[in-house]
């Protein structure tokens, strides 16, 4: 049927209308808030390039934590700022940690909240690469062993998923066998699967204290020109066991996200990472966007591509528009 018998704006002319025929619905249940953890108390530090985020103190991430859950954000993803670093991160394995801690308060007061905790040590080595160097590269076996231990300390501590998000090869199978040999088989893994070597996380690397001293990630993280060595690592990780894949960036990469949740049917998760909240956040400070809107639509055409999931630092924000 061609116009005039088939005029597609018959289903556009009201509200309700269009509401009824919309192919896709965001959800509070869609978000996971990324949220960044530090020593001392009564602390909450702007992290000046992310507005509106802070590097929380434990007693006041818990607080934090409180009020995502009140909106319906049920999932948070942490990320810790340790006191002290070293060469090889083994500071993230410690029960005693920053992230340990926090998991362990946030559960004694809250029941109703989903620990996501990430697996990588770019956060607790003195070079800010995400595993341990030799030879001036980070050593791929050698960082299994540090990661599957983070990853059982972070089990013990009360995690709900462990998310690697180092691009190790071979980390999803280190880390599940080390999960189960500890008892810990119910516990998921998010994979950071495709996790591209991006200009993106540039506002990140100073919330976490993250960027490396030396070179960058670039042999380890994958190339942005590339979709189908995205699949090749989606592959893998599913088969080394993990539960949900994810694709980081997510603006950039939608094709990536797209390709991912089409070959595989599995949770896809998009991490809607710190440069693309920035930019937004910017131009909408400035009044070049309507910030709100703009915010809608960025999420929404995440989830168009494909995603199941997505880790955004605009969660609570989205999570009143959705619940006004
Ligand atoms: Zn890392």
Not at 38 to 60: A, Y
Not at 120 to 145: F, K, M, Q, S
Not at 226 to 242: H, K, Q, W
Not at 268 to 273: L, P, Q
């Amino acid at each position: 049927m061609e116009y005039p018998i088939t005029r597609l704006r018959r289903l556009r002319y009201n509200g309700i209308l269009r509401n009824m025929v919309s192919e896709t619905a965001l959800s509070v249940n869609d978000f996971i808030y990324p949220l960044f953890v530090c020593p001392g108390e009564n602390v909450k530090n702007p992290i000046k390039s992310m507005p509106g985020n802070f590097q929380f103190s434990i007693d006041l991430l818990v607080e934090e934590c409180k009020v995502a859950v009140s909106k319906g954000v049920k999932s948070v993803l942490l990320f810790g700022l340790p006191e002290s670093k070293d060469e090889h991160g083994h500071v993230a394995c410690n029960s005693n940690g920053i992230v340990q801690k926090a998991i362990v308060a946030i559960k004694a007061e809250i029941d109703d909240i989903n620990i996501v905790a990430d697996v990588c040590n770019c956060e607790y080595t003195t070079h800010g690469h995400c595993g341990t160097i030799v030879d001036g590269d980070v050593e791929n076996d050698l960082t299994l062993v540090t990661l599957a231990a983070q990853a059982v300390s972070l089990a013990e501590a009360g995690a709900d998923i462990i998310a690697p998000s180092d691009m190790m090869d071979g980390r999803v199978a280190a880390i599940r066998e080390a999960l189960d040999a500890n008892g810990f088989y119910k516990l998921p893994i998010m994979s950071y699967s495709a996790k591209y070597a991006s200009g993106f996380y540039g506002p990140f690397r100073d919330a976490a204290d993250s960027a490396p001293t030396f070179g960058d990630r670039s042999t380890y993280q994958m190339n942005p020109a590339n979709t189908d060595e995205a699949l090749r690592e989606v592959e893998l990780d599913i088969a080394e066991g993990a539960d949900m894949v994810m694709v980081k960036p997510a603006l950039s990469y939608l094709d990536v996200i797209h390709r991912v949740k089409t070959e595989f049917n599995m949770p896809v998760v998009a991490y809607n990472v710190s440069g693309e909240f920035s930019m937004l956040k910017a131009a909408a400070q400035n009044g070049w966007i309507d910030g709100e809107r703009v915010m809608m639509e960025v999420l929404t055409s995440i989830k168009r591509a494909g995603a199941d999931i997505i880790i955004t630092y605009h969660a609570l924000e989205a999570a009143d528009v959705l619940n006004r």
